[in-house]
């Protein structure tokens, strides 16, 4: 069982970061991999290559340990993705080795982070070219992981998962069909219970991401358990807009440990499996 | 899966796709990447694949042959014979070298029947580099593209050919319209400008841009957003060509948006999911009139900050955009962007569908497409407001010169121009004037009042020249010369000419009024549901209309208009009188319905209790105040649209038709009368009986009122969604019982749907007792009447001398004739 994952960072949208591809599909944007808007794609117009999505994350570099996609199309594809990071234009060191995306809605991948590196690039391949289509992708964060320190409480359900239904009933009694929505995933995250989590931590991990990312309602990547195979599935999620994010003293002092309770929905609404 | 798949199955996820269309400048900003011959269109004659400036290789070309993607009689036929047969043209000029550079060439080519292949080759003119690409031709007009980049070797100019290789099986294609260009930034991939004629034949000629903004980019980013209320040179606003097949190349650009509440449907397009609500009214036609409420409808959607880049398209095809980063949300700027709608060209298409793997934007089936009236903020919600297209019948026809729009000059007999003061008053012809069966015609009336009178009709105008390709004497009347200063009006013909156009003319069938109208308020031909409209014309107000010999036969109508009048009016009085309904359909096209028997084969859905209609929705409404026992129509007005025509006295002939025994003590004991004063039955008909037509309409009229209507309200489930407004619906419910207590079980037709969610709200106007029952002569190949199917044995079966029809338990009422 393993602590549960928030991936929020990501070089791709910095101001300091520069991205380009070989070739946009006329009518889309490089931008759309990462505006945050899953609804809006980066579609390549290769189909007959190999697609390098290269990242140079200026002067100082940058470093990454997880890659995430939403609302893409490389499983139906059979593509694979593939890190490559280093020093050097074009980078030549491998940290994630070609692996595709079990889904098409929402991929999580992590991999060892290599330390800072100025260069990244994201292969898109298959074994066979040519793509059957152009990849797409609604958006990617690439970047550091945050791996919190405590456990969700017993009341969180690791499905994490709700259908919204909406049904009709026949004049004779029978139901007559069920329009499914999608799926929701609606909860509050208490990580840690009432004892909540370490202040250190908090200052050193949480406060960033409660600051410039929930509280704006940036939508982000999380991951229950990464090494249960039922619950190490991905959703990207963001805070409700009525929702308050609540860091409360344990046991009146807030100098040991302060709750860390967020709501949360979802930030892309998957269809029904 | 399919729709019709998912749409059965018990659980699945419904969305919506709304594609909002807006006029779009299909220039690339600035003249900055024009050097080099980027912005030129190469190929000259482009029209004219018989000119000398196409090289042709063993083909032979007969120019002029069939109408070209325009309307005008300009493609070409091209006969191949053998493989590597070919016509190519090779651009003129220093700038068209090819040296790694790329080119994008096209081209529109059809074939008379079947599907055929050729190849379309960009190349340089020694052929040492080439792009080729094998197309499919059909029997309607596609424009092919193909590009190429070259490499640094070649150093002469770029070629487009059409050629017929090893493997291609063309025999004889028609082509029109060839197009070259060099790509913006020499990009690898085929750049779509629309269509541009270059109709010279000298490179010094070569001033037909694809792109054609002139503004100097200041540098700044502070550029367009390439819609026109943007525009920084609106002389040079490029909204491509109305005829060509795709939206950009119309000068459209699409905006997708689905449902804020369901999963997005991966389209491989941006889909935005800013859909909140679609509040409509529902089409709702008025079953006592016959006239349709057009459907007004809605769309509600969210608001989202940070935009973010507003021309993507031109950006990865190197054009420049407008990088000011700026504030705003996306409805706040989407609106001062595209301030004002260009309608009808502009749209909003509403369409169904459902979210799975594989799904694609073909999978979704249209619901209507409507035109744009306003958009309303509202707090942080936008709301765009639309009505079908039947609104734009609001105009009027056939409008009116102004009284100092006279001849210029003095008019022969045999002149087939006429130029007026200013000949931009003139009604728009239909594209296809100078045709045998035009879609509509605009005829003028040169000194009318007068002996020397004179109706003509208009194939073209000359704006710049300020004349009108006219033909003569038309409408029974003949060519003669007029004086300058002669006074001359618009008028509208509603009738048929004879082949001797000086000949009395004859009436014409309702329904083919009706399109005419319609199409004369702007709605395109391809807009109608013809088959439909053919069929209902054909089997229930049948004409017979002969030309030639003047003999005719049916209910026909004629009327000639030469006061402006709302195209809606018309329509409805024609509605009116013949019972015909009209509706927009789900699949977006103009269509029509008869209130009457269901025809045999029509497939006729079933909605039952059980499987159809959702608990506790349904409500009953029976209204006997349109209830008729009396018909009087007023016809023949005489000196036409002279009087008024409000007062029956205003016409010269007059018909009642009394139903005496409902108007007894016994049955209802009241007296109820319709009025219908009509001009469409002029007496210029001479060789028709008008009197026939008149006792026509007011049987049917008579038939149709006899009884009051009984009006059906009820929920279905989304899995019933096909069902139109217009549709016939057989319906079994236990809500609606005869005297003895039987569940009904009869034909209703769909007068109003509405969407809501995961139901559908229809309203259906029961049939039973408001028709009279017909019988048909059944179709060659029906089987007996136990073998028959259900739709098949309420219609088609004569029934015995007890009235009944089958055996056994098939055994039911039938029809009976008398």
């Known amino acids: ?56 994350a200026g002067a100082g570099g940058e470093n990454a340990d997880y890659i995430a996609l939403v609302n893409h199309n490389l499983n139906t594809l059979g593509a694979t993705v593939r890190v490559l990071a280093d020093t050097v234009d074009p980078p030549l060191v491998e940290v994630l080795a070609a692996v595709t995306p079990d889904e098409d809605t929402v991929t999580y991948i992590s991999f060892t982070a290599p330390g800072a590196k100025r260069y990244w690039r994201i292969t898109i391949n298959h074994a066979a070219l040519p793509f059957s289509d152009k990849p797409n992708i609604g958006d990617c964060y690439m970047g550091m992981k945050t791996t919190m320190p405590e456990f969700l409480t017993s009341d969180f359900s690791p499905f994490f998962t709700a259908y919204e239904v909406a049904g009709a009933r026949s004049e004779g009694g029978h139901a007559l069909s069920a329009t499914i929505r999608g799926q929701v995933h609606r909860a509050t995250m208490e990580f840690g219970g009432p004892a909540g989590v370490a202040r250190s931590f908090h200052d050193s991990d949480l406060t960033t991401f409660a600051s410039t990312h929930a509280m704006r309602r940036h939508p982000f990547f999380f991951v229950l358990d990464a090494d249960d195979a039922t619950f190490d599935r991905a959703f990207f999620i963001k805070m409700t807009d009525t929702g308050d994010l609540m860091r409360e003293a344990v046991g009146g002092g807030w100098s040991g440990r302060l709750t860390f309770t967020m709501p949360v929905e979802e930030a892309y609404m998957e269809p029904p499996e | 899966m399919t ?8 659980s699945h996820t419904k969305q919506e796709l709304v594609v909002v269309g807006v006029r779009e400048c299909q220039n690339h900003y600035s003249i900055d990447w024009h050097g080099g011959g980027h912005a030129l269109q190469w190929i000259l004659h482009s029209e004219s694949i018989d000119n000398a400036a196409w090289t042709k290789t063993s083909v032979t070309v007969t120019p002029d042959t069939i109408e070209a993607p325009d309307g005008t009689m300009t493609a070409d036929e091209v006969a191949f014979n053998a493989t590597n047969d070919a016509f190519t043209q090779t651009a003129v000029g220093a700038n068209g070298v090819v040296t790694s550079r790329a080119w994008t060439g096209s081209i529109f080519m059809k074939i008379p029947t079947g599907t055929e292949t050729v190849t379309l080759r960009v190349t340089n003119a020694g052929g040492t580099e080439a792009g080729d ?50 790509n913006p930034g020499d990009q690898d991939r085929v750049i779509k400008w629309p ?198 019948t609001r105009k009027s026809m056939p409008g009116t010169l102004s009284s100092s729009n006279v001849l210029r000059f003095p008019m022969q007999d045999v002149q087939n121009l006429i130029e007026l003061e200013d000949c931009g008053e003139i009604p728009t012809p239909a594209v296809n004037a100078a045709q045998a069966n035009p879609d509509y015609v605009v005829t003028l009336e040169i000194e009318p009042g007068t002996a020397n009178s004179e109706k003509v009709n208009v194939t073209s105008i000359d704006i710049d020249a300020n004349e009108a390709t006219i033909q003569r004497g038309r409408w029974g009347t003949q060519a003669r010369s007029h004086p300058v200063m002669s006074e001359v009006r618009v008028i509208y013909e509603f009738g048929t000419e004879r082949t001797d156009t000086s000949g009395v003319p004859l009436g014409k069938n309702t329904i083919d009024c009706l399109r005419e109208m319609y199409m004369f308020a702007g709605i395109d031909y391809d807009e109608f549901d013809h088959a439909t409209f053919d069929s209902e014309r054909d089997t229930w107000l049948f004409t017979l209309i002969d030309p030639s010999t003047g003999s005719s036969y049916g209910p026909a109508v004629r009327r ?65 105040e349109e209830r008729i026992s009396r018909v009087l129509i007023g016809y023949d007005i005489g000196d036409g649209d002279d009087v008024s025509g409000d007062a029956v ?51 049917h009229v008579m ?59 229809i309203e259906a106007i029961d049939t039973f007792g408001v028709l009279e029952r017909a019988w048909f002569y059944a179709d060659t190949g029906l089987p007996d009447y136990d073998s028959a199917n259900d739709d098949d044995r309420v219609t088609a079966y004569l029934a015995d001398s007890f009235g009944m029809v089958g055996t056994g338990t098939n055994r039911r009422i039938g029809y009976k004739a008398t």
């Open chain 2, 560 to 624: 000639t208009l030469t006061e402006t009048i709302e195209v809606e009016k018309l329509a409805g009085e024609l509605r009116e009188l013949t019972g015909l309904m009209v509706f927009v359909t789900q699949g977006k096209k103009i269509s029509c319905r008869m209130f009457a028997p269901v025809v045999p084969g029509t497939t006729v859905a079933t909605l039952t209790d059980d499987a159809n209609i959702v608990s506790g929705s349904v409500s009953l409404e029976e209204d006997d």
């Open chain 1, 1 to 56: 069982m393993a602590f549960p994952i928030i991936g929020y960072r990501s070089m791709l949208g910095l101001s300091t970061t520069t991205i380009t591809d070989p070739g946009t599909e006329t009518g889309f944007s490089i931008a759309s991999l990462h505006d945050m808007k899953s609804y809006t794609l980066w579609k390549s117009d290769q189909t007959a290559s190999a697609v390098n999505i290269d990242i140079d």
């Open chain 2, 195 to 392: 269509y541009r004629a270059n109709n010279t034949g000298s490179a010094s000629l070569l001033t037909t841009f694809v792109s054609r903004c002139s503004v100097e980019d200041a540098g700044d980013g502070a550029r367009c957003m390439y819609s026109r209320p943007t525009c920084q040179d609106p002389d040079n606003f490029n909204a491509g060509n109305v005829w060509e097949s795709e939206p950009r190349l119309q000068g459209i650009r699409e905006y997708r948006f689905c449902k804020s509440d369901a999963a997005i449907p991966t389209i491989g397009e941006d889909v935005y999911p800013y859909l909140t609500g679609v509040p409509s009214a529902a089409q709702k036609i008025e079953p006592e009139r016959a006239v349709t409420v057009n459907a007004r409808i809605t769309f509600e959607f969210d608001d989202d900050a940070s935009p973010g880049l507003w021309n993507p398209r031109q950006q990865s095809e190197g054009g420049l955009v407008n990088t000011q980063s700026g504030a705003g949300t996306f409805w706040r700027r989407w609106s001062t962007i595209y301030r004002g709608f260009s309608n009808p060209e502009c749209y909003v298409d509403r369409k169904v569908g459902f979210v799975e793997s594989g799904v694609t934007e073909a999978d979704f089936q249209t619901r209507g497409r409507y035109l744009m009236k306003r958009l309303q903020f509202d707090d942080r919600k936008a709301r765009l407001v639309c009505t079908d297209r039947l609104k734009l």
């Open chain 2, 3 to 10: 729709y019709a798949s998912q749409r059965d199955a018990f």
């Open chain 2, 649 to 699: 006295e205003d016409y010269a002939r007059v018909r009642v038709e009394v139903d005496a025994s409902a108007e007894s003590r016994n049955y209802y004991g009241e007296p109820r009368q319709k009025v219908l004063l009509t001009k469409w039955l002029e007496p210029t008909i001479s060789t028709e009986p008008i009197d026939s037509a008149a006792a026509y309409f007011t049987s």
């Open chain 2, 133 to 182: 690409v094998q197309v499919t031709l059909t029997d309607s007009w596609q424009r092919f593209f193909m590009h190429k980049l070259f490499s640094g070797t070649p150093t002469d100019n770029a070629t487009l050919t059409v050629i017929r290789l090893a493997g291609d099986s063309v025999s004889t294609l028609h082509a029109w319209g060839g197009n070259l260009s060099r």
């Open chain 2, 703 to 761: 038939s149709r009122f006899r009884h009051g209507r009984r009006v059906m309200k009820a929920e279905l489930s989304i899995k019933d969604d096909d069902i139109e407004v217009g549709d016939p619906v057989r319906v079994q419910t236990s809500h609606i019982q005869d005297e003895h207590g039987n569940d009904y079980d009869g034909t209703m037709y769909v007068t109003s749907k509405r969407v809501s969610g995961n139901k559908i709200t």
